[in-house]
């Protein structure tokens, strides 16, 4: 089984500062990797998919990076609506299992 | 636009069962696999299983293999999710998503809550 882990748990970032989030598989996922984003309440977004790639109408302050078991979502410059809790997933042993990391919180300093 | 409503979510007792459903409209569901994810309360988000849009495969996390079953009427555009023999790990916010690319999930419903409780 294939584990994802995520750092930090929590992040304080202030408005405007870049946010550096990080996503560790326990064996390679190759570029098999997709980014959410959770707000209180609301259902998970996909942000990145393919460790790169943004999904549409996603915002060019999110890029994602990384390949094989290290990954990074970067927000450029944080803005109100993207403090939320993050969550990376492989799908390089799709089918038949998907897995998500615990998740970071971005949170305001 | 895609819109997934989950509904039948409620309270049942431990070694209960529970019918969950996820009406689709938007978009051609019967070209679609179809997830479902579920998130314990305050907790993280854990993959329950997956249909591909004609049923023809289905896919579950161990946690809930030979428990739940996942199906599809593409006529009525809804998925389900069976769940028998619950447990009080069970209870949880339940998601159900459209496949996206590859192994992603896009869009989500809302969510139903499930809860597992004597």
């Known amino acids: 089984e294939i584990v994802m882990t995520q750092s930090p748990a929590t992040l304080s970032v202030s408005p405007g500062e870049r946010a550096t989030l990080s996503c560790r598989a326990s064996?390679?996922?190759?570029?098999?990797l997709a980014w959410y984003q959770q707000k209180p309440g609301q259902a998970p977004r996909l942000l990145i998919y393919?460790?790169?790639t943004r999904a549409t109408g996603i915002p060019a302050r999110f890029s994602g990076s990384g390949s094989g078991t290290e990954f990074t979502l970067t927000i450029s410059s944080l803005q109100s609506e993207d403090f939320a809790v993050y969550y990376c997933q492989q799908y390089n042993n799709w089918p038949p299992k998907l897995t998500f990391g615990g998740g970071t919180k971005v949170e305001i300093k | 636009q895609v819109q997934l409503v989950e509904s039948g979510g409620g309270v049942v007792q431990p070694g209960g069962s529970l019918r969950l459903s996820c009406a689709a409209s938007g978009f051609t569901f019967s070209s679609y696999g179809m997830h479902w994810v579920r998130q314990a309360p305050g907790k993280g988000l854990e993959w329950v299983a997956f249909i591909r849009y004609d049923g023809s495969n289905k896919y579950y996390a161990d946690s809930v293999k030979g428990r739940f079953t996942i199906s599809r009427d593409n006529s009525k555009n809804t998925l389900y999710l069976q769940m028998n023999s619950l447990r009080a790990e069970d209870t949880a916010v339940y998601y159900c998503a459209k496949r996206g690319g590859a192994g992603t999930t896009a869009p989500w419903g809302q969510g139903t809550l499930v809860t597992v409780s004597s």
């Open positions: 064996q390679s996922v190759s570029s098999n």
């Open positions: 393919g460790a790169s």
